[in-house]
């Protein structure tokens, strides 16, 4: 008989809290946001409650425009997420540890280098969440005017993964000889040249650090845009994908899925992860008033701001109570400009309502509620096939993380839908999902290969 079938769970560790004036709720230190102290027992609390994998967002840019406009905003981006997740590493031994790097400012060989090394670091606990960059503000900083077109960055990440796993693949599983007599280190029919040569990258190899320890880290995809969701399918292992309603990420999720096996992959090797923020408390009321106590920190206006700097989505000028005018056409982040711009239309929100809105996830789907009532919505969306899992976006840190941990789990554990103990020791042990092999390239012999 089949096993039942469970929930995948990140713990998506964002600066001090998902709402955005989390760092001024009078619970919350602003300092922990610089403190390795704080993530290293976010992670460790993670790991005690079994969950897949802590999740680090990151962009390659400040925004805000100027120094007034970034004054009002901590740095949610404050650390670099692959140097913190080899930090955590050695503090942690089996949850995942998934980084956000942009494959537009990182060149593929550094980039498959960087994962392998955490791979191997960590033990089989790596996972790469592809991102193309979305605002100008990050070209700035790679001698760029303007950010590349959205259809060029994706056309260039999907070279540029490729790449990436081809580089992986360099190298065998079993390389090694270590014959002391002979002098010989590694077997060269094990080891092969890339020899990649593409519209948009020339990359020689082999790679360095050997192949990592789950074959290839997870990938997993964050860009629900039309070219993103054609990557991912392509892809992608996980997909983070922000969605309001459950027809909305029933259809996204199958959609996606669809695609996939369109591409001869199997539907189960996708998996589609929506982000969730909860506030959860043992009466409905208690858990609205944790709600509100964090909206009524909310600057409207500097809030406003935020859609400009990061939307191309200028509402800082406009009648505050009035509808939002339709977004401009934008080269960054077109599918969350969307879904906020359908969320104003179908429930006929005002800009200070929107603003308030995704003041609380940035678009992301908000429960608030018993924790029977957020277990009913996240079993709702699990059964439908709107979500194989979820990636949880607490309000602030450590509180958030906490509720969720000592309210929730306990319910979905209840109904069966989560995990008591980890089954393997790999990110892929715990997603379900299996081991790529050395994919067959013709690939050049390295005693072959001009030196």
Not at 183 to 195: H, T
Not at 234 to 245: G, L
Not at 322 to 339: C, D, I, K, V, Y
Request: overall charge negative; glycine content about 8%.
């Amino acid at each position: 008989m089949a096993e039942p079938r469970q929930m995948r769970l990140g713990a998506f560790l964002y600066s001090i809290g998902h709402h955005v004036a989390a760092w001024r709720h009078p619970d919350v230190d602003p300092h922990d946001a610089f403190r390795f102290e704080f993530y290293r027992k976010l992670a460790q609390k993670a790991e005690a409650a079994k969950f897949d994998a802590v999740f680090f967002a990151d962009n390659v840019g400040l925004l805000g425009g100027s120094a007034e406009a970034i004054s009002y905003a901590p740095p949610v981006y404050f650390w670099e997420p692959l140097t913190l997740l080899a930090a955590l590493a050695t503090h942690t031994s089996r949850i995942g540890l998934i980084a956000t790097v942009s494959s537009t400012y990182m060149p593929p060989y550094h980039m498959a280098r960087k994962f392998a090394a955490l791979d191997q670091l960590s033990g089989g606990r790596a996972g790469w969440n592809l991102v193309t960059s979305g605002t100008n503000a990050e070209a700035a900083n790679f001698g760029l005017s303007h950010q590349l077109a959205h259809a060029e960055r994706y056309d260039r990440a999907a070279e540029h993964i490729s790449v990436v796993k081809g580089l992986w693949d360099t190298w065998d599983d079993d390389p090694l000889v270590l014959d002391k007599e002979s002098g010989r280190f590694s077997d060269p029919a094990k080891v092969r040249f890339l020899n990649h040569e593409g519209p948009y990258y020339s990359v020689r190899g082999p790679l360095q650090s050997g192949r990592p320890v789950q074959g290839h880290p997870v990938i997993v995809q964050a860009g629900s845009s039309a070219d993103g969701q054609k990557l991912a399918a392509a892809t992608a292992e996980v997909v983070f994908t922000a969605q309001q309603s459950l027809e909305e990420a029933v259809a996204f999720a199958q959609g996606v899925k669809d695609q996939a096996e369109a591409a001869g992959r199997s539907r189960d090797s996708l998996l589609v992860m929506p982000g969730a923020s909860i506030y959860v408390a043992p009466t409905r009321e208690e858990a609205q008033a944790k709600f509100d106590a964090l909206q009524r920190f909310v600057d409207v206006k500097a809030a406003a701001q935020g859609f400009k700097t990061f939307l191309d989505w200028d509402l800082s000028e406009v009648d505050l109570d009035a509808p939002p005018p339709p977004p401009p056409f934008t080269e960054g982040w077109q599918s969350r400009q969307r879904l906020l711009y359908d969320l104003a239309l179908r429930e006929g929100l005002s800009v200070r309502q929107l603003v308030g809105r995704i003041s609380a996830a940035r678009g992301h789907l908000v429960l608030v509620g018993t924790p029977a009532d957020i277990a009913d919505t996240l079993q709702e969306w699990f059964e439908a096939g709107a979500a194989d899992g979820f990636n949880i976006l607490a309000p602030t840190l450590r509180d958030g993380l906490t509720d969720f941990i000592d309210l929730v789990l306990p319910e979905l554990r209840r109904r069966g839908l989560f995990r008591t103990e980890y089954e393997g020791t790999t990110l892929r042990d715990h997603l379900g999902l299996a081991r790529p092999a050395v994919a067959a390239r013709p690939a050049t012999a390295v005693t072959e290969a001009a030196a």
